[in-house]
């Protein structure tokens, strides 16, 4: 069995609550969650019947000049009161101050007695031209780790939601975008890692992921989707303001390239890992899926276009 096929459903209000009451509290107001467990809650809340499956809390450490202070103290409070470092071949190992910043490992921490979940922490980009991933070298008392960021995490730090925890949530729209934009076509790396047993491509997980946050979204409130075109407008010219014109185009290319005839077995992978991860609940078909896709694009993605020219 890969140990993904071993994630189980977990409450994310609990996880949220725990991860919050870990973090020393000067830094809370640092710490946005993004991923599956910041949707879980945001769409779910304290309903015991809609949990989600996920094994991994992302942390964004914003802003980033606050990046480093807050990444050593975190790290450092979990590890002083026991959080385990994820063990992953090469990378469940802190490093040195000899070891390159490329092999040094991300902070991946497990709580006390528990290997369901881990959280990892993550930084935004320093400017709106770092769209690759770029890594910063983070000294703790356990050794040295990466605190890494990527191109269009700056989007899921625009105006997110703060929780009763002292902690925030990234808005679903805002997550939905950098992932769109993080997959302007469907590549072909795959995960590390098997889902429900299978191999999956990056960008059809992530791909999926959007479809997710868009059916519970239409969900929670008709019509949602046609809101989301003004927050993407608004967060796109405040976190790229020279490039945002350039970006739109690109925001619904990889959506469209999934929902093509031809592609189908991709959508499936994107199915497969809505029923494990954000639709475990409430397992989506392939036609719902492409439904909740076309609407998506209808709805959000080509009035983004429109509203750009």
Known sequence: MSRDDSVKLISSSAVLERVAMAIPADFRPNIIIIGSLAAGYYFFGDNPRLQVRTKDVDCLLSPRIAAIPAGQAVANRLFAENWQLRAEGDWGKPGSDTTPLNRLPVVRLHPPGSTEWFIELLTVPESEHDLDRRDIRLVTTRGHFSLCSFGFLSLAEYEPIRTRFGIAIA????????????????????????????????????????????????????????EWPKLWTAALRSRFPTLWQSLVPHVGSGLRQLLRPENEADLEEARHTCEYGLLASQAPSLKLLQVTGQRLIQDAIEPLEQMER
């Open 171 to 226: 808005r679903p729209e805002t997550m939905a975008i950098a992932n769109l934009l993080h997959h302007p076509e469907i590549g072909l790396e795959t995960m590390s890692g098997l889902i429900g047993g299978r191999r999956i491509k990056r960008s059809n997980k992530d791909l999926g992921r959007v479809l997710a946050l868009a059916r519970l979204a239409e969900s929670k409130e008709e019509d949602s989707l046609l």
